[in-house]
């Protein structure tokens, strides 16, 4: 356990265990781990180790999330302070989406049992196998098994090799028709708490390491397959084509739209699957990912009611079948002022102007709200990039947001959350 602590300050070995846990990866620039893989399963080995040593016991359950635990002073109340994030990502991301936020609550757990403190409440930390939804499309398995609100349609939906989740949670050893037992009840939890990078410019702008979020954007993932005939590239007319994928240009466009025209909405298509893929052929199939986002459900509901519209006028004018296939729904997280304000006065502790943000990107609250109020806190990353290698946090940002949450685990008081 004593070197767990090794180095002194809590960011020197926060990044150091990050550099670690990054190391486990599918080959290719950045890390790239995904849910239910041999390297989900290493990583879940060494967060496991990890929490071991912090003086946690640890299990893991059958969404495959690892869940350590730190028991309450003898004595403690019912109900535990849930901490955490994910330790899966997206395709060559960076090292600290996710991991940041479980390494970070493991050292201070470490640094607690280190000086034999114990709290009048349990403490768990969550690392949630499916944050991302990298692999199946839809996001927060993890987190939301842990929620009870899976559902059995997420465990029909397949990967892009035809492997639905419930096949893939069989073929990791675990059980789906188990999944009930890793949800928790209300009851069981005080708060939910994750510290994780920004993923925006807004903290480096203020020149602030650390600030606060009121609430998590609400998102909706579809897929929409334009369908036509596949034809020869060199003697089909321009005016006698049906082309999907010029449809699938103009729907994408339309997003960049209908976003730009709602308040901090956001519209991206970040996957496009042609069919047949050669050069010469005009393609009989486009696949296309929508990824929308807004502040709140109102706006949100705004701009997925154009899109529906515009997504249907264009296939119609252009002669092409159309599918759309929902993949996600999640709404706008509000975070809990109660916990706002003990993690502004954690901040303030530390000599730092507490700054309230919004959170753009979608995070495991949005389903741990279901079992109690939730917060975050933001880290300052470089340049606010992130979903790509080039992400990067300072140790010293990181001491600090450690110390925070630190502060505010001992100081939590669950009558105020
Ligand atoms: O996509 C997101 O917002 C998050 O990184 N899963
Ligand atoms: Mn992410
Ligand atoms: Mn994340």
Redo the contacts with the bound molecule.
């Keep these: 356990m004593a070197d767990y602590l090794s180095e002194s300050d809590p960011g020197t070995r926060i990044l150091r265990r990050c550099d670690e846990l990054a190391a486990i990866s599918r080959p290719g620039t950045g890390v790239t781990r995904l849910y239910l893989t041999g390297e989900h399963r290493a990583a879940m080995e060494l967060v496991s180790r990890w929490m071991r040593e912090a003086g946690m016991t640890v299990h893991t359950d059958h969404a495959a999330n690892v869940i350590g635990r730190y028991p309450p002073a003898a004595g403690g109340r019912n109900g535990s302070l849930l901490l955490g994030s994910h330790i899966d990502s997206?395709i060559d991301a960076g090292k600290y989406?996710g991991p940041l936020g479980v390494i970070a609550a493991i050292d201070c757990i470490a640094v607690l049992n280190g000086e034999g403190r114990r709290l009048p409440f349990g403490i768990e930390i969550l690392a949630f196998g499916d944050?991302?939804?990298t692999r199946f499309g839809t996001?927060l398995i993890g987190s939301r098994a842990v929620a009870g609100t899976l559902t059995p349609q997420d465990l029909a939906i397949r990967d892009k090799d035809n492997i639905s989740v419930e096949t893939a949670l069989r073929t990791f050893g675990l059980d789906p028709n188990a999944l009930a037992s890793a949800a928790r009840s209300p009851g069981d939890v005080l708060a939910y708490v994750e510290l994780h990078i920004e993923?925006g410019p807004v903290l480096e702008g203020e020149d602030l390491p650390v600030g606060v979020v009121t609430a998590i954007n609400a998102?909706t993932r579809k897929v929409v397959t334009l369908k036509s005939e596949a034809n020869h590239a060199g003697t089909v007319p321009m005016r006698l084509r049906h082309d999907p994928f010029l449809a699938a240009a103009e729907i994408a466009l339309a997003l960049e739209k209908t976003a730009s025209g709602i308040p901090d909405a956001v519209g991206t298509v970040g996957q496009v699957d042609v069919r047949p893929g050669a050069s010469n052929v005009i393609p009989g199939s486009v696949t296309m990912s929508l990824?929308m986002r807004a502040r709140t459900d109102a706006l949100l509901r705004r701009l997925t009611a154009a899109m529906d519209g515009e997504i249907e006028r264009i296939a119609q004018a252009r002669g092409v079948g159309l599918e759309v296939e929902p993949m996600l729904e999640t709404k706008a997280a509000p975070c809990s002022p109660g916990l706002i304000g003990q993690l502004d006065r954690a901040i303030g502790g530390s000599g730092i102007k507490p700054l309230h943000l919004p959170s753009?990107?979608?995070?495991d609250g949005m389903a741990m709200n279901a079992l109690g109020p939730i917060a975050m806190l933001f880290v300052r990353c470089k340049g606010g990039v992130?979903?790509s290698p080039l992400e990067s946090v300072t140790a010293g940002d990181v001491t600090i947001a450690a110390n925070v949450l630190r502060d505010f685990i001992i100081g939590f008081d669950p009558e105020k959350s």
């Design positions: 997206v989406d944050e991302e939804g996001t993923q998102q990824d753009g990107a979608g995070h992130s979903h």
